[in-house]
């Protein structure tokens, strides 16, 4: 992924301020442990898992990411999270 397709789905994750909790909670959710002891010092999924998510999405590991499907798949996860809280709520 090149700098200027992670500033686009950043913009386009930055129009959406519902999202911003999510993405943070999924940045977090998908950085290996010990991330901050590593440059680039960020919280950034696997490069193996980031490669296996573009070629099922995509069919190319090499295909940079849409930032509508960013938006959509931070959506998709910020409903699924609260669905979980409503059943363990009505559980």
């Known amino acids: 992924m090149t700098a200027r397709t992670a500033l ?3 913009a386009a994750v930055a129009r959406r301020p519902s999202l911003w909790g999510t ?3 999924q940045s977090l959710r998908l950085a290996p442990n010990g991330w901050w002891r590593r ?6 999924p696997d490069r193996r ?3 296996f998510r ?3 999405q995509y069919g190319s590991p090499g295909h940079a990411p849409e ?3 960013v938006v959509e798949y931070l959506a ?3 409903d699924w999270h609260a669905a979980g809280r409503r059943q363990r709520r009505a559980g």
């Open 8 to 10: 686009a789905a950043v």
């Open 23 to 25: 993405a943070v909670r």
């Open 39 to 44: 440059p680039p010092f960020l919280p950034l």
């Open 49 to 51: 898992y980031l490669e």
């Open 54 to 56: 573009l070629s099922t």
């Open 67 to 69: 930032p509508g499907d």
């Open 76 to 78: 998709w996860c910020r």
